[in-house]
């Protein structure tokens, strides 16, 4: 049924062969809200291709909401004085593939327009990126990303663990299992599902493996551009979450899941290719490394517009609770050759030169933490922004170097005041996302935690 050299990617008259022959009834339609989550519908498949044509809409308010799904106000883009109205969900037919872990069903990203003349929304996530990609492509770069997603597996399942507050579940490990395969055999019935549904559903994947926290792992996809990147990044997540659901477990991608536990990371490896090869490697030298000016240029950028982005890689109160010295976590900006201390870290030869950044955490939403990375490189190109010097040594130690920003709070404020994110992003889109962070932390400023009542209750 299937001519892409993807498992499980299809094309329109693909699906319509699978709807004939009964293989597929269901196709689920859907985009991200500002936090990452899939929003849509789920649709009949042969409604879906009778009504490819004209699409389908949804209520504008989703772009608008927080976690409880309640409408916040005070958002210029949708609020109860212009009516919740809708926009248009259409369909990236590039993006159409087998969700291989629902029965019968196929999976369609979409982008976010406006209804009235189908231009993308704005502030719609995907739309951040797409309009980086665009910047990119008009000096003649495609950029090449991988995004490396690290989790913990629980052997409770989401409803138990909501039942129980989320206290004291069961980890599928009960060790430290960074590399360890005994350990990791344990857990396979959640990873070798994991891979082998992404595989079938068109996402190519390269490995797993243990992570650094009792049932933690990261499993690894193989690199692509980055809006194919940031697609399979939350297909993944959604795979994840529900196959661990079927299998009565549950897996969480917060960032700090325990303050006794490793953080989860994201970390971003990218690199810009022309012609159909990479860009970064040359015969000019930045301290080891061989490299092009624009290499160097696009560090220097991504480096320099780190803390004003920040909140797009690290876009919860939790996610600050990550950044602890001696944590895998990085704590300062400085970049190395092969140091994982260091918030920065240039990896591989040849084409598969390319820039890590280590700061985004696993909760980040793709869409706007490689629109941010993309965005802060082209303009060290455009402006010839040189990286500092490469550091070596222990990077948490370095009182020198400067240190990323410790808040949700500091890091939304450095973000609205920047003049970096204005030009890059417009100024609607930086006022829209100043308002969905300070939600967040205010959400945060007013609630009651465990932490408080185990320490005051008694004592104060």
């Not at 299809?10 to 009834?25: K, P």
């Not at 909401?65 to 958002?75: A, K, L, R």
């Not at 320099?304 to 982005?309: A, M, V, Y």
């Not at 404020?413 to 100043?434: C, I, M, P, W």
């Amino acid at each position: 049924m299937n001519s892409n050299p993807l498992s499980g990617m299809l094309t329109v008259d693909e699906l319509s062969y699978g709807v004939e022959t009964g293989e597929l009834d269901t196709v689920l339609v859907m985009f991200t809200d500002l936090y990452g989550r899939f929003m849509g519908k789920r649709f009949d498949a042969t409604y879906f291709l009778d009504s490819l044509a004209h699409g389908s809409h949804a209520c504008d308010y989703l772009l608008t909401v927080d976690m409880e799904m309640q409408p916040v106000p005070g958002y210029e883009f949708a609020n109860w004085e212009r009516g919740y109205g809708d926009f248009a969900i259409k369909p990236d037919l590039a993006t159409l593939r087998v969700a291989s872990w629902l029965e019968k069903t196929a999976l369609v990203i979409c982008d976010v327009a406006r209804e009235t003349d189908n231009e993308l929304v704005a502030v719609a996530p995907r739309s951040l990126l797409r309009r980086q990609v665009e910047a990119a492509a008009r000096s003649d770069f495609v950029a090449m990303a991988g995004t490396e997603l690290e989790y913990y597996l629980f052997e409770t399942g989401y409803r138990e663990a909501h039942a129980k507050g989320y206290q004291g579940l069961q980890p599928a490990g009960w060790y430290l299992e960074d590399y360890h395969m005994l350990q990791g055999a344990r857990e396979e019935r959640f990873n070798g599902a994991f891979r082998r549904h992404l595989h079938r559903s068109g996402i190519p994947v390269e490995c797993s493996k243990g992570e650094w926290g009792l049932g933690q792992h990261e499993l690894n996809l193989r690199f692509a551009d980055v809006l194919t990147m940031a697609d399979r990044h939350v297909i993944f997540k959604q795979c994840l979450k529900e196959v661990a659901e079927q299998q009565g477990g549950s897996v969480t991608f917060m960032a700090k899941f325990d303050a006794d536990q490793a953080g989860s990371s994201c970390h971003i490896h990218m690199s810009l290719w022309r012609a159909g090869e990479s860009a970064f490697p040359g015969n000019g030298m930045l301290g080891p490394i061989h490299c092009t000016q624009e290499f160097a240029w696009f560090l220097g950028g991504w480096m320099k517009h780190l803390p004003e982005t920040m909140v797009f890689y690290a876009p919860t109160v939790n996610s600050y609770k990550r950044f602890q010295s001696g944590s895998w976590a990085p704590t300062r900006l400085a970049w190395c050759s092969d140091n994982r201390t260091a918030s920065f870290r240039v990896v591989g030869h040849g084409n598969g030169l390319r820039i890590e950044c280590r700061i985004a955490g696993a909760d980040c939403n793709p869409y706007l933490a490689l629109a941010a990375s993309l965005a802060s490189g082209l303009d060290g190109i455009a402006n010839q922004i040189e990286p500092p010097p490469i550091f070596q040594g222990d990077a948490y130690n370095a009182a020198q170097l400067e240190l990323i920003p410790r808040s949700l709070r500091e890091a939304t404020d450095l973000f609205a005041a920047s003049d970096f994110t204005q030009r890059v992003f417009g100024e609607k889109v930086v006022e829209h996302y100043t308002h969905f962070f300070r939600t967040e932390q205010a959400a945060y400023d007013k609630a009651v935690t465990d932490w408080e009542r185990k320490r005051y209750f008694e004592r104060i």
